[in-house]
């Protein structure tokens, strides 16, 4: 019985006196690659037969690069030459 009461005083005069341990986290940052979209678009008026505007349409879409915006421009020319319209830059 004295040998348990013996543990029990060491293990809370243990206790009581210790440190407080100091968990380190290993902080790993994580670079996130974000990748930034700007608005990329084409403005399109519309002309009638007599070269009078009619009314005008944005085309919008995000681009992450100018190329790809570029690449985009092109294709909202292409589709509208596809439809019947005449391009004129």
């Given at each position: 019985?004295?040998?348990?009461?013996?543990?029990?005083?060491?293990?809370?005069?243990?206790?009581?006196?210790?440190?407080?341990?100091?968990?380190?986290?290993s902080e790993k940052q994580t670079e996130k690659k974000e990748t930034k979209f700007r608005?990329?678009?084409?403005?399109v008026t519309f002309y009638d037969n007599?070269?009078?505007?009619?009314?005008?349409?944005?085309?919008l879409t995000d681009a992450p690069t100018l190329s790809s915006c570029q690449a985009y421009?092109?294709?909202?020319?292409?589709?509208?030459?596809?439809t019947?319209?005449?391009i004129t830059p």
């Open positions: 019985m004295k040998k348990i009461i013996l543990l029990a005083a060491f293990g809370v005069a243990g206790l009581v006196s210790a440190k407080p341990a100091v968990v380190k986290k608005l990329c678009g084409v403005l007599q070269d009078n505007p009619i009314g005008s349409q944005w085309f421009q092109t294709f909202v020319q292409w589709n509208l030459s596809q019947g319209y005449h």
